[in-house]
Every structure is written in C-alpha cells, then in structure tokens.
C-alpha cells in the first residue's frame, strides 16, 4: 500500500503570509496527487489535481507543485476563509489520504 | 443543481446492518464512477469503496472487504452502500464523491471532484 505522509500536522500564520504544506509518497506516484481543503462540518472540496492544476473556481493563491514522491501545496497571501484542513490524495493505485493540515490564523 | 445528497445514516448496534444511498442530480450519473470515503469523528479522511459507471467493477478498503457492498442503479440516479457486521470502529461520517478520470494508453486515474454533505453513522450499543 501506498502511504502518504504530510507535515507539519498544524501550523499557525498570519493574513498575507505565504503557506506551505508538504505531502510525501512512500512510492513513486508520478503526478496523481490531489489536494482538496475541507472546513468543520463540511465535506471536503477539490483544490488541485495531477498535483499542480488549479480546479476551476479555486483562487489563484492556491497552487501545487512537485511528482513522484514529493509534493507541496503552496498558498501564496493567506486568507481569513484559508482557515481549514488540507488533505493530499494519492491516486496512483488506489486512493489513500494524508493524515491532513491544520491551517490556523493567527 | 449539480449535487450528491447521502442519506440512511443513524445509530446501530454493533453486529447490525444499515444501508446508505447517494442521490446524485443535476448531472449524468451514469457515466461517473462513484465512491464513499470516510472520516471517523475528530480524524481523516478513508476511502472506502468505488464503483465503476456502469458497475461492472468494485473495490473496497481491507478493513470494510467482506462487510460492505457497494451498488447502483443509474435509473434511480442513486447509489448505495450495504453496511453489514457494523463495528464500533465504522463510526464515521460516510461522504460520497463523484470522481473525474484522466486516462492514458494503459490505465485511468481518477481524483474526486464532487462531494456530498455526509450522513453520520454511530455504531454503539
């Protein structure tokens, strides 16, 4: 099974700063790496996709980069409503989920 | 209205069955594979299981393969979840997603670009 490692766990930052959360395979997934931001008692919403596509509707501060086994979700000028849980997806084989990112502002 | 509204959710003993269902409108059901993912109170997300459009392929997380069932009918736009031998562990909220599918010459890979609200499910006794 494929594993997927992100970190920090939470991280507290303030409006305007720039965020950067990382994810890491325990394989080679090339570029089948999803983000998706999920707020409390919310379902979880699609953020990128083959690690560095923008899905439609999502502000242009978010952007994702990296492939095979490293990857990183960047968010350029944090913003009050950024304020959730970040999830990296592998679905390379199967889907499996990081263990997720708290993003707090300060 | 594009949307996916899951419903079935309550409280069950351990030992016992429930049954979820994902109503989807507002787009062609029929032609997406679909999935359930998990999220246990206070922890991450777990897929679960995923059907193929027209069903004629499932697949399910080791730790539901034998107790759940995942089907569809695509004339009803609905699909559904058999939950059986319930744990106290399969306390969760059941979301269902849509997935979008980015083919190659060899395979398909498929990330989730829809999502329902979520239905609870507590196993307790």
């Known amino acids: 099974d494929i594993q997927m490692t992100q970190s920090p766990s939470t991280l507290s930052a303030s409006v305007g700063d720039r965020v950067t959360i990382t994810c890491r395979a325990s394989?080679?997934?090339?570029?089948?790496l999803a983000w998706y931001q999920q707020k409390p008692g919310k379902a979880p919403n699609l953020l990128i996709y083959?690690?560095?596509n923008l899905e439609s509707g999502v502000p242009s501060r978010f952007s994702g980069s990296g492939s095979g086994t490293e990857f990183t979700l960047t968010i350029t000028s944090l913003q009050p409503d950024d304020s959730a849980t970040y999830y990296c997806?592998?679905?390379?084989?199967?889907?499996?989920f990081g263990q997720g990112t708290k993003v707090e502002i300060k | 209205q594009v949307q996916l509204v899951e419903s079935g959710g309550g409280v069950v003993q351990p030992g016992r069955s429930l049954r979820l269902s994902c109503a989807a409108s507002?787009?062609?059901?029929?032609?997406?594979?679909m999935h359930w993912v998990r999220q246990a109170p206070g922890k991450g997300l777990e897929w679960v299981a995923v059907?193929?459009?027209?069903?004629?392929?499932?697949y399910y997380a080791d730790s539901v393969k034998g107790r759940f069932t995942v089907s569809r009918d695509n004339s009803q736009n609905t699909m559904y979840l058999q939950m059986n031998s319930l744990r106290a562990e399969d306390t969760a909220v059941f979301y269902c997603?849509?997935?979008?599918?980015?083919?190659?010459?060899?395979?398909?890979?498929?990330?989730?670009?829809?999502w329902g609200q979520g239905t609870l499910v507590t196993v307790s006794s």
């Open positions: 997603a849509r997935d979008r599918a980015e083919c190659t010459r060899t395979n398909c890979y498929r990330y989730f670009d829809l």
């Open positions: 507002g787009f062609t059901f029929s032609s997406y594979g």
């Open positions: 059907i193929w459009y027209d069903g004629s392929n499932k």
């Open positions: 394989q080679n997934i090339n570029s089948w």
């Open positions: 083959k690690a560095s």
């Open positions: 997806q592998q679905y390379d084989t199967f889907w499996r």
